[in-house]
Nanobody, 121 residues
């Protein structure tokens, strides 16, 4: 069974840093784009950053210059380095990946269960 497992969330003071990791495991033939989304209480889930299989990155305007997404294809893992954290970054962060389980199967999106990031002022 294919799954994504996030780690690295926690409580940090404003201005601090955290590094999130998300590892894909199970029967995986190929992974296309990987990314991070977040959802704050009472708000819709939003894209934070994503990265293509070739390494092209995309960031939400609110995190540009502060967050860096990267991936290790050999480990089927995506990372999110978060610096200069602000209270408004507080949310549950979800990992997402477009994966194909078998040769010639379609890519479909998978989600992790989320990890809480709380930034205190």
């Amino acid at each position: 069974q294919v799954q994504l497992v996030e780690s690295g969330g926690g409580l940090v003071q404003a201005g601090g840093s955290l590094r999130l990791s998300c590892a894909a495991s199970g029967r995986i033939f190929s992974i296309n784009a990987m990314g991070w989304y977040r959802q704050a209480p009472g708000k819709q889930r939003e894209l934070v950053a994503d990265i293509s299989s070739g390494g092209t990155t995309n960031y939400a305007d609110s995190v540009k210059g502060r967050f860096t997404i990267s991936r290790d294809n050999a480990k089927n893992t995506v990372y999110l380095q978060m610096n200069s954290l602000k209270p408004e970054d507080t949310a549950v962060y979800y990992c997402n990946a477009d994966m194909a389980e078998y040769f010639l199967s379609s890519y479909r999106p998978y989600w992790g269960r989320g990890t809480q990031v709380t930034v205190s002022s």
